[in-house]
Nanobody
Framework: QVQLMESGGGLVQPGGSLRLSCTAS????????AGWYRQAPGKERELVAS???????NYANSAKGRFTISRDNAKNTVHLQMNSLKPEDTAVYYC???????????WGQGTQVTVSS
């Protein structure tokens, strides 16, 4: 199973920016779906943005126009650039590569993003 290492979370003021990164071990990253999800306290985990192996992207309505997902297949890495952050973006952000674990996918350990003044 692919191991994922996330980085880039932290505390930022409203209106600020953060860039999350997720690096995958092993091979075949370029052929896999990758996505960023988040889970706020008391809420279910939700999809924020995803990118297919072919580079097609999909965003939650809350992320459109503010967040950008991208991948660097040479470095086995997927990024989430988050701009114009709002307090409601506060959550633990998780990287997923390859879909559900039952289908061979993997989850990262999560990185905390806190948007607060």
């Amino acid at each position: 199973q692919v191991q994922l290492m996330e980085s880039g979370g932290g505390l930022v003021q409203p209106g600020g920016s953060l860039r999350l990164s997720c690096t995958a071990s092993g091979s075949f990253f370029s052929s896999k779906f990758a996505g960023w999800y988040r889970q706020a306290p008391g809420k279910e985990r939700e999809l924020v943005a995803s990118i297919t192996a072919g580079g097609s992207t999909n965003y939650a309505n809350s992320a459109k126009g503010r967040f950008t997902i991208s991948r660097d297949n040479a470095k086995n890495t997927v990024h989430l650039q988050m701009n114009s952050l709002k307090p409601e973006d506060t959550a633990v952000y998780y990287c997923n590569v390859g879909g559900p674990p039952t289908l061979g996918g993997s989850w990262g350990q999560g990185t905390q993003v806190t948007v607060s003044s």
